[in-house]
């Protein structure tokens, strides 16, 4: 390409000069190219381990006067072919001109300002969008294209310099991070490492430093593990790492490719070296920690954050922190942990101006809310900036000033209202589901089933009244609603537990469900009212697990508590299919319906389920199974003697996945999990860790005397069971989880306040980012280990229908797999990617389409036929694809594989012959097939009839006469006896199959030529398929005087004549070689010449352009004898056999048929083609040339040779 004219120093230091003239010099870079030598061998090291390579193409053209030392550098190219073109280019339009000149500065002058004006030109007519990477990271992007095969699909993310260790010996290189893969490229003096690793295999990731492997990272995959060191900045390529490996993950979890931001805020200062990705990723990284941190909903995205201080009123101090601005929320964070927490949503400010400067408070900003609240921010960098972003994100901020009446009300009110929504669409029209006027919409089911008793107006009231002040006075110091300060002493009121009639609000102030529900006015309603009435799988799942939730509370045993909890459930499977309905969702919303109204129940669910327990309650509960595997590693790090002994027991993943999927719930009786769950929407899942160690370590001198599984359970539920809340005001709710006591002795009662207060005292000492660190190790782990079970499931669901191994089936079903993925990678609009549905069975999940399979077809097939491998996979993918979907599954790519490798003579013959057959045969290959014919004839004709056209219509008849009969049977025995015989497996015998035309037959020699064109006995095999098909036509020729008994006028006579198949001349009389023939062993044979039979002509080669261009293809429709030497011999010596002169037909004769039976029978007759379809071939050299080398090493003379051989490959 045209480059920006630049001075070069030393012109020849490490180039060679291949073309000159007076003005400009054609260089090539040593190392690249033929030859070179040892320092052809150094130069190419040197690009490799400093990276030239992505800064210097391997070709320039320098420019130079002829007085002059100095050159300028004014087109590279990275091949011979693209610098040839601009040095053509220099010689017709510049040389002529540049002669005229008599100035060599003015000469100079010319060049680089006609260079400059191309350069330009070209911006001008190309589009450059604006987020485009610099040109050396494009650079190193097209690179990793060319070494590693990638189309332009796959994106670069970023790329670092690194040693591979390759046993104990270090490779310097550079590891090539892309979307997909990971990929590694050395060149050390002539020897060459590649390694190419999908994000999609890794099992592990890890950063460890040992003596081995000084601060290295470590990839582990199903099958290797891989060591890269010596990073300049390792903890930056992990984390990119982790996140690539994340995305795969989800990928392999969702199906869900990974598609570029494109509504990412501009840099203020462009990166050199960044590209767009990694900037993606990075905005990704930041805005999740974001959300998590502020608890906000998941469309938010981080705009900027900068160092600032807060006024805080209630201690008059300035507080050191954080200011994060995003599209609809100002939120800080102070920098000790704990200490201030502040979320304000631009919806209720109402003013954002900047005060006056003071040496005591620089550069402050005032932003005022709705109600009535000030916040006071200083200590800001760039003021000015920030208030205008504020600004610009109020200008775009709805006023919702009229859904706010929450924060406006009297602080000193302790019900929080629930009526805070508009009115919503349903009021213009009949609310069939749901409407405001329900109880439920206004009140939790608590308050509505509460029983008022004079009793209980004791201690525990004063307590509760107690704890309500407390808050009260929290709200008038710290303001109420989402403004409120977040502080230490909001954690150690929710501690000391929640009142009952603030729970519901505070649960969703806590979990940021308040904020979504604000932003989605009347979108409950309006779901209610979509998603009722229909019948799905989750809706049929709810129905069922409806009156097992909670059924011991009053609240539940009547209508009104269960069609709330059928609202709520439904309404959220319908928002979100992806999760749709799973077990201990019904107990988590019951719960949530006790404290809230539907509205609240419902965005609380959104917040567990999308944010708070990120993938619990999907199909495959994933999230708690990755929380699960958390927990083991935390209790082997905090309890490590108890967890030998529990890992021996196998009771940790027993145990763990009921504590975290119901919160508690379903463990403990209700009055204490309820405290928990307070906890939990304050702290996040940090808490149910704390308090499940908590438990195990008050239970570890009796869990480590356990002798086996049952009674640790039984230890464990027994002190669940007794976990007390003594301050409760709710009358007690009878538990029904097994009493699991033993013996007489009452077992000890647990104060719940005491075990949350022994779980932050002794394990409060866990970080959010250290589990987050630890959940991504997990997922890695959960997901491939599902991937597993799925893959077992499948091999054993098609296990007894396959004479493939256990083995070999795994290793087809990862090779199909990885096939379908490939798709989502670089066709996200193909069919396969499209129809993917995680929901069905693990059979059905994965399936391929066409191009897939040809694909595989081509590398896994043991009949190779050469350029006509593709025409076959086709035909075989249409014979296998039963629902006509144009996907198969990898129970029916199996069983075409099967046919072909462990199928016995017949079996093998017949899916040979079916391939030969509509479906799998279309109708434009049987017209190519006709052309071909008319091709060789000299009187063309267009009369031809379509045979199997006329069995169709046979058929057709038959079945018309066949449902008119059976239209008399109408009793429900008859249809009994139909479904069961549908039900049976029908075994299809060879008399099922149909016959076979002429055009078809055709098409089934021309794949068996094709399919011998390569083995060892291809002369014997040419020899056999003749003798069989000359066989074969005469039968056919006899079996017509049988069938055809519609007369013929005489003068179409010479028209219908069959075409036959032909034979090169041999040195001897053909009829001599086949008498030969058929005395050495085919009596079949003696007969078939006696019959009077009528010979035409047939095609030698092909005519379409496509079939041309095969050199195996030039007499694809002939069978040529042993002693034939080479296709281009056929001729005009070709003459027909049994038959002394040469007849003309026109087309194909419609009458003509061959069988099953008849082909079998003839081919039997032929020793080396039964033992070429009898031959056994294993499957496993094929597949592991199909899965390709993951490391390859191999010696080169310089590093161009291998750039040129993988361009070229």
Request: with cysteine.
């Given at each position: 390409?045209?480059?920006?004219?630049?001075?070069?120093?030393?012109?020849?230091?490490?180039?060679?000069?291949?073309?000159?003239?007076?003005?400009f010099?054609?260089?090539?870079?040593?190392?690249?190219?033929?030859?070179?030598?040892?320092?052809?061998?150094?130069?190419?090291?040197l690009?490799?381990?400093?990276?030239?390579?992505?800064?210097?193409?391997?070709?320039?053209?320098?420019?130079?006067t002829q007085?002059?030392?100095?050159?300028?550098s004014?087109?590279c190219?990275?091949?011979?072919k693209?610098?040839?073109e601009?040095?053509?280019?220099?010689e017709?339009?510049?040389?002529?001109?540049?002669?005229?000149?008599?100035?060599?500065e003015?000469i100079?002058?010319?060049?680089?300002?006609?260079?400059?004006?191309?350069?330009?030109?070209?911006n001008?007519?190309?589009?450059?969008?604006?987020?485009e990477?610099?040109?050396?990271?494009?650079?190193?992007?097209?690179?990793?294209?060319?070494?590693?095969?990638m189309?332009?699909?796959?994106?670069?993310?970023?790329?670092y310099?690194?040693?591979?260790?390759?046993g104990?010996v270090?490779?310097?290189?550079?590891?090539y991070l892309s979307?997909?893969?990971?990929?590694?490229?050395?060149?050390?003096?002539?020897?060459?490492?590649?390694?190419?690793?999908?994000?999609?295999?890794?099992?592990q990731?890890?950063?460890?430093?040992t003596?081995l492997?000084?601060?290295?990272?470590?990839?582990?995959?199903r099958?290797?593990?891989?060591?890269?060191?010596?990073?300049?900045?390792?903890?930056?390529?992990?984390?990119?790492?982790?996140?690539?490996?994340n995305?795969?993950?989800?990928?392999?979890?969702?199906?869900?490719?990974?598609?570029?931001?494109?509504?990412?805020?501009?840099?203020?200062?462009?990166?050199?070296?960044?590209s767009?990705?990694?900037?993606?990723?990075d905005?990704?990284?930041?805005?999740?920690?974001?959300?998590?941190?502020?608890?906000?909903?998941?469309?938010?995205?981080?705009?900027?954050?900068?160092?600032c201080?807060?006024?805080?009123?209630?201690?008059?101090?300035?507080?050191?922190?954080?200011?994060?601005?995003?599209?609809?929320?100002?939120?800080?964070s102070?920098k000790?942990?704990?200490?201030?927490?502040l979320?304000?949503?631009?919806?209720e400010?109402?003013?954002?101006?900047?005060?006056?400067?003071s040496?005591?408070?620089?550069?402050?900003?005032?932003?005022?809310?709705?109600?009535?609240?000030t916040?006071?921010?200083a200590?800001?960098?760039?003021?000015?900036?920030?208030?205008?972003?504020?600004?610009?994100f109020?200008?775009?901020?709805?006023?919702?000033?009229?859904?706010n009446?929450?924060e406006q009300?009297?602080?000193?009110?302790?019900?929080?209202?629930?009526?805070?929504?508009?009115?919503?669409?349903?009021?213009?029209r009949?609310?069939?589901?749901?409407?405001?006027?329900?109880?439920?919409?206004?009140?939790?089911?608590?308050?509505?089933?509460?029983?008022?008793?004079?009793?209980?107006?004791?201690?525990?009231?004063a307590?509760?009244k107690?704890?309500?002040?407390?808050?009260?006075?929290?709200?008038?110091?710290?303001?109420?609603?989402?403004?409120?300060?977040?502080?230490?002493?909001?954690?150690?009121?929710?501690l000391?537990?929640i009142?009952e009639?603030?729970?519901?609000?505070?649960?969703?102030?806590?979990s940021?469900?308040?904020?979504?529900?604000?932003?989605?006015?009347?979108?409950y309603?309006?779901?209610?009212?979509?998603?009722?009435?229909?019948c799905t799988?989750?809706?049929?799942?709810?129905?069922?697990?409806?009156?097992?939730?909670?059924?011991?509370h009053?609240a539940?045993?009547?209508?009104?508590?269960i069609?709330?909890?059928?609202?709520v459930?439904?309404?959220?499977?319908?928002?979100?299919?992806?999760?749709?309905?799973c077990?201990?969702?019904?107990?988590?919303?019951?719960?949530?319906?006790?404290?809230?109204?539907?509205?609240?129940?419902?965005?609380?669910l959104?917040?567990?389920?999308?944010?708070?327990?990120?993938?619990?309650?999907?199909?495959?509960v994933v999230?708690?199974?990755?929380?699960?595997?958390?927990?083991?590693?935390?209790?082997?790090?905090?309890l490590?003697?108890?967890y030998e002994?529990?890992?021996?027991?196998?009771?940790?993943?027993t145990?763990?996945?009921?504590?975290?999927?119901?919160?508690?719930?379903?463990?403990?009786?209700?009055?204490?999990?309820?405290?928990?769950?307070?906890?939990?929407?304050?702290?996040?899942i940090?808490?149910?860790?704390?308090?499940?160690?908590?438990?195990?370590?008050a239970n570890m001198?009796?869990?480590l005397?356990?002798?086996?599984?049952?009674?640790?359970?039984t230890?464990?539920g027994?002190?669940?069971?007794?976990?007390?809340?003594?301050?409760?005001?709710?009358?007690p709710?009878?538990?029904l989880?097994?009493?699991?006591?033993?013996?007489?002795e009452?077992?000890?009662?647990?104060?719940?306040?005491?075990?949350?207060?022994?779980?932050?005292?002794?394990f409060?000492s866990?970080?959010?980012?250290?589990?987050?660190?630890?959940?991504?190790?997990?997922?890695?782990?959960?997901?491939q280990?599902?991937?597993d079970?799925?893959?077992?499931?499948?091999?054993?669901?098609?296990?007894?229908d396959s004479?493939?191994?256990?083995?070999?089936?795994?290793e087809?079903y990862?090779?199909?797999?990885?096939?379908?993925?490939?798709?989502?990678?670089?066709?996200a609009?193909?069919s396969?990617?499209?129809?993917?549905?995680?929901s069905?069975?693990?059979?059905?999940?994965?399936?391929?389409?066409?191009?897939?399979?040809s694909?595989?077809?081509g590398?896994?097939?043991?009949?190779?036929?050469?350029?006509?491998t593709?025409v076959?996979?086709?035909?075989?993918?249409?014979?296998?694809?039963?629902?006509?979907?144009?996907l198969?599954?990898?129970?029916?790519?199996?069983?075409?594989?099967?046919?072909?490798?462990?199928?016995?003579?017949?079996?093998?013959?017949?899916?040979?012959?079916?391939?030969?057959?509509p479906?799998?045969?279309?109708p434009?290959e049987?017209?190519?097939?006709?052309?071909a014919?008319?091709?060789?004839?000299?009187?063309?004709s267009?009369?031809?009839?379509?045979?199997?056209?006329?069995?169709?219509r046979?058929?057709?008849?038959?079945?018309?006469?066949?449902?008119k009969?059976?239209?008399?049977?109408?009793?429900y025995?008859y249809?009994?006896?139909?479904w069961?015989?549908?039900?049976?497996?029908?075994?299809?015998?060879?008399k099922?199959?149909?016959k076979?035309?002429q055009?078809q037959?055709?098409?089934?020699?021309?794949?068996?030529?094709?399919?011998?064109?390569?083995?060892?006995?291809?002369?014997?095999?040419?020899?056999?398929?003749?003798?069989?098909a000359?066989?074969?036509?005469?039968?056919?020729?006899?079996?017509?005087?049988?069938?055809n008994?519609?007369?013929?006028?005489p003068e179409?006579?010479h028209?219908?004549r069959?075409?036959?198949?032909?034979?090169?001349?041999?040195?001897?009389?053909?009829?001599?070689?086949?008498?030969?023939e058929?005395?050495?062993?085919?009596?079949?044979?003696?007969?078939?010449?006696?019959?009077?039979?009528?010979?035409?002509?047939?095609?030698?080669?092909?005519?379409?352009d496509e079939?041309?261009?095969?050199?195996?293809s030039?007499?694809?429709?002939?069978?040529?004898?042993?002693?034939?030497?080479?296709?281009?011999?056929?001729a005009?010596?070709?003459?027909?056999?049994?038959?002394?002169?040469?007849?003309?037909?026109?087309?194909?004769d419609?009458?003509?048929?061959?069988?099953?039976?008849?082909?079998?029978?003839?081919?039997?007759?032929?020793?080396?083609?039964?033992?070429?379809?009898?031959?056994?071939?294993?499957?496993?050299i094929k597949?592991?040339?199909?899965?390709?080398?993951?490391?390859?090493?191999?010696?080169?003379?310089?590093?161009s040779?291998?750039?040129?051989?993988?361009?070229?490959?």
């Amino acid at each position: 390409m045209w480059i920006i004219p630049e001075e070069v120093l030393l012109a020849n230091a490490l180039w060679v000069s291949e073309r000159a003239n007076p003005f400009f010099i054609l260089q090539r870079r040593k190392g690249h190219g033929k030859g070179g030598g040892i320092a052809g061998l150094l130069v190419g090291t040197l690009d490799v381990v400093l990276d030239s390579s992505a800064r210097v193409a391997p070709y320039r053209i320098l420019h130079q006067t002829q007085d002059s030392q100095i050159y300028w550098s004014i087109a590279c190219g990275s091949s011979r072919k693209e610098i040839t073109e601009h040095w053509d280019w220099l010689e017709a339009n510049l040389l002529q001109t540049l002669s005229i000149f008599d100035n060599e500065e003015d000469i100079t002058t010319f060049v680089k300002g006609k260079i400059q004006g191309i350069i330009a030109e070209e911006n001008k007519n190309k589009e450059v969008p604006e987020d485009e990477d610099s040109g050396k990271f494009r650079e190193a992007e097209l690179k990793m294209r060319k070494l590693f095969g990638m189309p332009d699909e796959e994106k670069l993310v970023n790329y670092y310099s690194c040693s591979y260790w390759k046993g104990r010996v270090p490779r310097q290189g550079w590891v090539y991070l892309s979307v997909n893969h990971l990929c590694f490229y050395s060149f050390l003096l002539g020897k060459e490492v590649t390694l190419v690793i999908q994000w999609t295999d890794v099992t592990q990731l890890e950063k460890n430093a040992t003596l081995l492997f000084p601060e290295s990272i470590r990839v582990s995959t199903r099958d290797t593990e891989d060591f890269f060191s010596m990073f300049l900045n390792i903890n930056e390529t992990f984390k990119l790492m982790e996140q690539l490996a994340n995305i795969a993950m989800r990928q392999l979890l969702d199906n869900e490719a990974f598609s570029a931001d494109r509504s990412l805020p501009k840099p203020r200062k462009a990166h050199k070296n960044i590209s767009t990705l990694k900037r993606d990723l990075d905005a990704r990284a930041k805005n999740e920690r974001y959300r998590a941190t502020f608890r906000l909903p998941q469309s938010e995205k981080l705009d900027g954050h900068t160092d600032c201080t807060l006024w805080t009123p209630f201690n008059k101090r300035h507080i050191v922190g954080q200011m994060f601005v995003s599209n609809n929320y100002i939120c800080f964070s102070s920098k000790g942990e704990d200490l201030c927490h502040l979320i304000i949503p631009l919806r209720e400010v109402s003013v954002v101006e900047k005060a006056d400067s003071s040496s005591v408070l620089p550069s402050p900003l005032s932003i005022s809310t709705k109600n009535k609240m000030t916040f006071l921010f200083a200590n800001l960098k760039d003021r000015d900036f920030l208030v205008q972003r504020i600004s610009d994100f109020l200008q775009r901020t709805p006023d919702k000033q009229q859904h706010n009446s929450k924060e406006q009300q009297d602080p000193s009110s302790p019900v929080f209202p629930a009526s805070s929504s508009p009115p919503s669409s349903l009021e213009s029209r009949p609310a069939q589901y749901y409407s405001p006027d329900l109880a439920t919409a206004t009140r939790g089911l608590l308050s509505i089933f509460k029983r008022d008793a004079p009793e209980e107006l004791g201690p525990k009231a004063a307590k509760e009244k107690m704890k309500e002040e407390s808050w009260n006075i929290h709200f008038f110091e710290f303001g109420r609603g989402v403004c409120m300060y977040r502080t230490s002493r909001t954690r150690d009121l929710v501690l000391n537990g929640i009142p009952e009639r603030l729970r519901g609000e505070l649960w969703l102030l806590f979990s940021g469900g308040l904020n979504d529900m604000a932003m989605h006015p009347g979108y409950y309603a309006d779901l209610v009212e979509q998603s009722m009435g229909r019948c799905t799988l989750a809706t049929e799942e709810i129905e069922r697990d409806l009156h097992r939730s909670m059924p011991e509370h009053r609240a539940f045993q009547n209508e009104m508590g269960i069609a709330a909890l059928r609202r709520v459930l439904t309404a959220y499977a319908y928002r979100n299919p992806g999760i749709g309905y799973c077990q201990a969702m019904n107990i988590v919303t019951s719960v949530l319906l006790l404290y809230c109204t539907e509205e609240e129940a419902f965005w609380l669910l959104v917040a567990l389920c999308e944010r708070m327990l990120p993938d619990y309650y999907n199909t495959r509960v994933v999230g708690a199974l990755v929380d699960q595997g958390v927990f083991e590693e935390l209790t082997r790090e905090c309890l490590p003697l108890l967890y030998e002994r529990m890992q021996d027991l196998g009771v940790i993943s027993t145990i763990s996945l009921s504590w975290f999927l119901t919160l508690f719930l379903s463990v403990m009786p209700f009055e204490s999990a309820v405290l928990v769950v307070d906890c939990f929407f304050y702290e996040g899942i940090k808490l149910i860790f704390q308090v499940s160690l908590a438990v195990l370590h008050a239970n570890m001198d009796q869990l480590l005397g356990c002798s086996d599984e049952g009674e640790a359970m039984t230890i464990l539920g027994r002190y669940l069971d007794n976990v007390v809340n003594k301050q409760t005001v709710s009358p007690p709710i009878p538990h029904l989880h097994a009493l699991l006591t033993s013996g007489d002795e009452p077992p000890p009662e647990i104060d719940v306040f005491e075990l949350i207060k022994a779980s932050y005292e002794k394990f409060g000492s866990l970080r959010a980012d250290v589990i987050e660190q630890m959940r991504f190790k997990q997922r890695l782990k959960v997901i491939q280990s599902l991937e597993d079970t799925a893959k077992r499931s499948v091999v054993r669901s098609i296990m007894t229908d396959s004479a493939f191994t256990i083995e070999e089936l795994e290793e087809l079903y990862v090779l199909f797999k990885a096939k379908h993925i490939m798709t989502c990678y670089w066709g996200a609009s193909s069919s396969a990617a499209e129809h993917h549905d995680p929901s069905l069975p693990y059979l059905e999940q994965y399936r391929i389409d066409l191009g897939q399979f040809s694909q595989l077809f081509g590398a896994l097939t043991p009949w190779g036929c050469g350029t006509h491998t593709p025409v076959l996979a086709a035909r075989l993918f249409r014979l296998l694809d039963h629902n006509k979907d144009s996907l198969i599954n990898f129970k029916e790519f199996v069983t075409g594989l099967s046919g072909m490798y462990h199928g016995d003579l017949t079996e093998k013959l017949k899916m040979l012959y079916k391939l030969h057959l509509p479906p799998a045969l279309c109708p434009e290959e049987a017209e190519s097939a006709l052309e071909a014919t008319q091709y060789f004839t000299d009187d063309p004709s267009p009369q031809a009839t379509n045979l199997q056209a006329a069995e169709a219509r046979d058929e057709t008849r038959n079945d018309n006469s066949k449902q008119k009969k059976e239209e008399k049977i109408q009793d429900y025995r008859y249809y009994l006896r139909m479904w069961a015989k549908e039900k049976e497996q029908k075994k299809e015998t060879i008399k099922d199959l149909p016959k076979m035309n002429q055009e078809q037959f055709i098409e089934l020699c021309k794949t068996l030529y094709n399919m011998f064109s390569q083995d060892p006995s291809e002369q014997e095999l040419y020899h056999s398929i003749a003798t069989v098909a000359s066989l074969l036509l005469r039968i056919g020729e006899v079996g017509k005087k049988f069938t055809n008994h519609t007369p013929k006028k005489p003068e179409n006579h010479h028209r219908t004549r069959p075409a036959s198949l032909k034979l090169p001349a041999l040195e001897k009389e053909p009829s001599t070689s086949m008498q030969e023939e058929s005395k050495g062993g085919n009596p079949s044979e003696v007969q078939a010449p006696e019959a009077p039979v009528e010979q035409a002509e047939s095609p030698q080669s092909p005519t379409s352009d496509e079939e041309a261009k095969d050199d195996t293809s030039v007499s694809s429709f002939s069978i040529v004898s042993a002693s034939s030497l080479q296709c281009e011999d056929i001729a005009e010596d070709t003459v027909l056999i049994g038959c002394g002169e040469q007849r003309t037909c026109s087309t194909l004769d419609a009458d003509w048929s061959i069988s099953f039976e008849q082909i079998l029978a003839s081919i039997l007759t032929e020793a080396p083609l039964v033992d070429f379809f009898e031959k056994r071939k294993d499957i496993r050299i094929k597949i592991a040339d199909c899965k390709g080398q993951r490391t390859i090493e191999r010696q080169v003379s310089s590093s161009s040779d291998c750039e040129l051989s993988l361009l070229s490959g």
